[in-house]
Antibody, heavy 121, light 107 residues
Framework: EVQLVESGGGLVKPGESLRLSCAAS????????MNWVRQAPGKGLEWVSS????????YYADSMKGRFTVSRDNAENSLFLQMNSLRAEDTAVYYC??????????????WGQGTLVTVSS | DIQMTQSPSSVSASVGDRVSITCRAS??????LAWYQQRPGKAPKLLIY???NLHSGVPSRFSGSGSGTDFTLTISSLQPEDFATYYC?????????FGQGTKVEIK
């Protein structure tokens, strides 16, 4: 069974940093691109970042470029999101999501339950 | 960036109704489109990929159509568990972008 478990969320002040982690199991992690998607309270889904299976290709939403850094450790089946210079508008639930380029045309086929990041003074 | 526009933003319907949601891309994306369902307090789930292909385990009352810039998600006979918010997403180019969501509510 595919499982994605996020951790690392919490309450931080504007300008501070936070590192999110996602532990993957139930599939060959090193074969899949992974994504972060966020959802502000009461709002829609916002794609944050994508990293290819071997970390060769990395993409970010414009509003996160230069502040967020995605990385992965295939040996540990883990995905990370380093978030710096956090702003109030970064307050959201952050989801770790698998992209299936083999069977589902790069659609996001498995989602974690999310971790809440709150940025407030 | 490719903008995705869904309509309507919300729809009220009864159990057994047929419901259709449309999604328009600001430029052509062939069939690189996915649909997701999100129930309150839960993570989204993939319903349809490549515009018209049902993801594993998704009931056949869900269907998708379209190509290029215009796409439709149809629920043929609404069930109680289908009351949720639905999102389209283009997976043609980066940055990936979602529609703003369509909330299906009980009439």
């Amino acid at each position: 069974e595919v499982q994605l478990v996020e951790s690392g969320g919490g309450l931080v002040k504007p300008g501070e940093s936070l590192r999110l982690s996602c532990a993957a199991s139930g599939f060959t992690f090193s074969r899949y691109a992974m994504n972060w998607v966020r959802q502000a309270p009461g709002k829609g889904l916002e794609w944050v970042s994508s990293i290819s299976s071997s970390s060769n290709y990395i993409y970010y939403a414009d509003s996160m470029k230069g502040r967020f850094t995605v990385s992965r450790d295939n040996a540990e089946n883990s995905l990370f999101l380093q978030m710096n210079s956090l702003r109030a508008e970064d307050t959201a639930v952050y989801y770790c999501v698998r992209a299936d380029g083999y069977n589902s045309f790069d659609s996001l086929d498995f989602w974690g339950q999310g971790t809440l990041v709150t940025v407030s003074s | 960036d490719i903008q995705m526009t869904q309509s309507p933003s919300s729809v009220s319907a009864s159990v057994g109704d047929r419901v259709s949601i449309t999604c328009r891309a600001s430029q052509g994306i062939d069939n690189w489109l996915a649909w997701y369902q999100q129930r309150p307090g839960k993570a989204p789930k993939l319903l349809i990929y490549a515009a018209s292909n049902l993801h594993s385990g998704v009931p056949s009352r869900f269907s998708g159509s379209g190509s290029g810039t215009d796409f439709t998600l149809t629920i043929s006979s609404l069930q109680p568990e289908d009351f949720a918010t639905y999102y389209c997403q283009q997976v043609n180019r980066f940055p990936r972008t979602f529609g703003q969501g369509t909330k299906v509510e009980i009439k």
